[in-house]
């Protein structure tokens, strides 16, 4: 005989008065995410290891708790795993609500780990993999450097599980570079590690790629933000940055794409609005302890 989970028959509509408890807004899937795989196996050889995750869906037990779901658990995790652009998660651990006579329990937990398909879509910058000059002032255009006069960054405020510290330093021609010292514990926390600023220059429209320097003391990546005239995010994180050298990240302008954790715009589905760019901002992928030094941010037309 058929059984139903009463609870999730509640939740998809049925008078929530009757069942005694409220139930948990269900997660909506990012675009692309629904093809991401979930699975109890390994993943195919040669795929790339990100990340572990965890997700929740519900929340406490009893009345004055929040129903979950197994299936909104486990879009869940799929989002967790599409921000990373990930193809495949192991799932590595997944529990339902235990039994507790007392107070009905809510909570779906699932962990697993995010893995990349070494055929996922090609890197969207080229880094050096040791020193490398800088660009010519002529044929560049600087939004952002760190000498005197220049814009102020701005980092995230400091919680119980991060913190970001900045400070001038000694650059890698004798001018100031940013430092950059962060620290992070647990799943990491969306925009508890950026670094934002304003623009020296809000005209892009003529440029074809953003461009910095940077050295960090291990490998990382990083992930690059701005913010158009319509108030809408957009962003483009970098391949591995090599420890230890100074190094160019050159960044298309055309590769950058809409953030979906990050403001939406004013009107929604507008072009981006390069003529207006308010300001932008980085910071490093990923829950970890680590240090960098950055430096001019700039404009290029090729």
């Not at 892009?204 to 960090?216: M, N, V, Y």
Request: hydrophobic share 40%; net charge negative.
């Amino acid at each position: 005989m058929k059984t139903y989970d009463l609870a999730r028959v509640a939740c998809l509509g049925f008078g929530l008065a009757a069942f005694g408890f409220a139930c948990a807004p269900r997660e909506a899937a990012r675009p692309g995410a629904g093809g991401l795989v979930l699975s109890d196996a390994p993943p195919p050889s040669g795929y790339v290891k990100l990340q572990e995750l965890e997700v929740t869906s519900g929340k406490g037990c009893g009345v004055l708790g929040e129903r979950g779901s197994s299936e909104d658990a486990r879009t869940k995790l799929r989002n967790e795993a599409s921000a990373l652009r990930a193809d495949y998660v192991q799932i590595t651990s997944a529990q339902n609500p235990p039994v507790n006579h007392e107070c009905m329990e809510h909570e779906y937990k699932l962990a697993g780990v995010a893995y990349r398909s070494p055929a996922s879509a090609a890197p969207p910058l080229t880094v050096a993999s040791a020193a490398v000059p800088a660009l010519p002032s002529r044929d560049r255009v600087m939004v952002q450097d760190y000498e005197p006069g220049a814009p102020a960054s701005k980092p995230s405020a400091s919680t119980e599980v991060s913190r970001v510290n900045l400070a001038l330093a000694a650059g890698e021609t004798g001018g100031n570079a940013l430092s950059v010292d962060y620290g992070c514990s647990g799943t990491e926390p969306r925009a508890l590690l950026d670094v934002w600023s304003e623009t020296r220059v809000q005209d892009w429209t003529q440029a074809g790629a953003l461009s910095f320097r940077i050295k960090p003391d291990a490998v990382m990546s990083l992930s690059v933000s701005f913010l158009d005239g319509n108030q809408a995010g957009f962003t483009q994180r970098t391949q591995p940055l090599v420890a230890g050298v100074w190094q160019s990240v050159r960044l298309p302008l055309e590769q950058f794409r809409l953030n979906p954790f990050g403001p939406q715009g004013d009107v929604p589905g507008r072009p981006v609005d390069f003529g207006h760019v308010q300001a932008f901002g980085f910071a490093p992928i990923g829950c970890s302890n680590g240090h960098f030094l950055i430096d001019d941010f700039s404009l290029s037309t090729d």
